[in-house]
């Protein structure tokens, strides 16, 4: 997986671990702590960014668009036949 610096990594019942860049790939070192990780899980997150609530946000305007498009085309149809 490639390294990008807003990953944070969290060893099940523990706490944060410290990631770093592989200088030769690019990718994600995940350093152990002291005792190992004892087949604990590791969980790797990154927080959401502007672009990406935005485009959320986007998103969820334009469905609720399209849902009161449809709606007012259906209502349309319907009260021009009870006429």
């Known amino acids: 997986m490639q390294y990008w610096e ?3 990594a969290e060893l099940e019942g523990g706490g944060p671990l410290e990631l770093l860049p592989n200088p030769d790939f690019g990718t994600v070192d995940i350093l152990a702590p002291e005792n190992g990780f004892q087949g604990r899980k590791i969980t790797l997150t990154i927080p959401y960014q502007t672009s990406e ?3 959320f946000a986007v998103s969820v305007i334009a469905a609720l668009l399209l849902g ?5 085309a259906q209502f349309s149809k319907s009260t021009r036949r009870a006429r």
């Open 6 to 8: 807003l990953w944070h």
């Open 53 to 55: 609530l935005v485009g």
């Open 68 to 72: 009161l498009m449809l709606f007012n």
